[in-house]
C-alpha cells in the first residue's frame, strides 16, 4: 500500500516532493495549486497570527502573493512546511528581497498554523530552510539558493518568533527604528541574521 492509500512513507525513503526532509516535516516549493489549503490554514490561524502576521487569506491575496514568489519575475523564493505523515502544510518560509552580487542576502519571513503552533514543526522546517538557502555558494541550483547571509525582522514583543531565532542560532545585530509598515503603523523590529559561516564552521571565512 502507498501513502495515499494510508499506510505511512519510510521515513528513511527520501520524498521526491520534497527539497529537504527532517524526522517529521518536509520542504517544497510554494506551488499557485496550493492556493485552497493555504489560504483554508490562514483563516483558521488569524487569531494566531494577529498582529504580527497578515498572509493572504483569499484566493485573490494568494495569486498574488505567489507570483511574487514564483513568477518568472519574483523577487524571492516561497516554500512550505509540510508534516510528512499526510502531507498538510503546517507553515511557510519565504526568503523575500533576494539581492545577488556581492550582497548575495535575503530576508526571511515565516509563520505557523494553528494546528501544527506548538509543536516545533516550524523550527524544523526553518532548519531545513536555512541549509537550503545557505548550502550553495552562487548561482542557486536545485540544492540550495546559493545565498550567503539571511536576515530575519523580529517585532520586539513578538516573543515567539524572538525565541524561534534564537533556537537557530541567528545573532542580534541591532533595532531599527519604524523600520515596516504592519497593522497600520510603522513599527520597530530587531534585526536577527545568519551567514553560512554561522551555518556550518567548517566553511572558512573570506576576506573581502
Do not use: K
Given at each position: 500500500?502507498?501513502?495515499?492509500?494510508g499506510?505511512?512513507?519510510?521515513?528513511?525513503?527520501?520524498?521526491?516532493?520534497?527539497?529537504?526532509?527532517?524526522?517529521?516535516?518536509?520542504?517544497r516549493?510554494?506551488?499557485?495549486?496550493?492556493?485552497?489549503?493555504?489560504?483554508?490554514?490562514?483563516?483558521?490561524?488569524?487569531?494566531?497570527?494577529?498582529?504580527w502576521?497578515?498572509?493572504?487569506?483569499?484566493?485573490e491575496?494568494?495569486?498574488?502573493?505567489?507570483?511574487r514568489?514564483?513568477?518568472?519575475?519574483?523577487?524571492?523564493?516561497?516554500?512550505l512546511?509540510?508534516?510528512?505523515?499526510?502531507?498538510?502544510?503546517?507553515?511557510?518560509?519565504?526568503?523575500?528581497?533576494?539581492?545577488?552580487?556581492?550582497f548575495?542576502?535575503?530576508?526571511?519571513g515565516?509563520?505557523?498554523?494553528?494546528?501544527?503552533?506548538?509543536?516545533?514543526?516550524?523550527?524544523?522546517?526553518?532548519?531545513?530552510?536555512?541549509?537550503?538557502?545557505?548550502?550553495?555558494?552562487?548561482?542557486?541550483?536545485?540544492?540550495?539558493?546559493?545565498?550567503?547571509?539571511?536576515?530575519?525582522?523580529?517585532?520586539p514583543?513578538?516573543?515567539?518568533?524572538?525565541?524561534?531565532?534564537r533556537?537557530?542560532?541567528?545573532?542580534?545585530?541591532?533595532?531599527?527604528?519604524?523600520?515596516?509598515?504592519?497593522?497600520?503603523?510603522?513599527?520597530?523590529?530587531?534585526?536577527?541574521?545568519?551567514?553560512?559561516?554561522?551555518?556550518?564552521?567548517?566553511?572558512?571565512?573570506?576576506?573581502?
Amino acid at each position: 500500500m502507498s501513502e495515499a492509500e494510508g499506510v505511512p512513507a519510510d521515513p528513511a525513503d527520501p520524498d521526491p516532493r520534497y527539497l529537504a526532509e527532517g524526522p517529521r516535516v518536509g520542504l517544497r516549493p510554494l506551488r499557485p495549486a496550493d492556493g485552497p489549503e493555504f489560504t483554508r490554514r490562514v483563516r483558521e490561524s488569524r487569531t494566531l497570527h494577529r498582529p504580527w502576521l497578515f498572509p493572504p487569506a483569499t484566493p485573490e491575496e494568494y495569486a498574488a502573493y505567489a507570483a511574487r514568489l514564483t513568477g518568472a519575475d519574483a523577487v524571492g523564493a516561497g516554500f512550505l512546511v509540510c508534516e510528512r505523515d499526510g502531507g498538510a502544510i503546517a507553515g511557510f518560509v519565504n526568503v523575500n528581497n533576494i539581492v545577488r552580487g556581492a550582497f548575495q542576502c535575503g530576508a526571511l519571513g515565516y509563520g505557523a498554523f494553528a494546528h501544527a503552533a506548538g509543536r516545533g514543526l516550524l523550527t524544523e522546517g526553518l532548519g531545513l530552510l536555512l541549509r537550503h538557502a545557505l548550502s550553495a555558494p552562487g548561482a542557486p541550483t536545485a540544492h540550495g539558493l546559493g545565498l550567503h547571509r539571511l536576515e530575519a525582522n523580529v517585532q520586539p514583543g513578538n516573543t515567539a518568533s524572538l525565541a524561534l531565532v534564537r533556537r537557530l542560532g541567528l545573532r542580534l545585530e541591532g533595532l531599527s527604528p519604524a523600520f515596516l509598515h504592519v497593522d497600520g503603523e510603522w513599527r520597530d523590529h530587531e534585526r536577527w541574521a545568519i551567514t553560512r559561516e554561522m551555518l556550518d564552521p567548517t566553511v572558512p571565512h573570506h576576506a573581502g
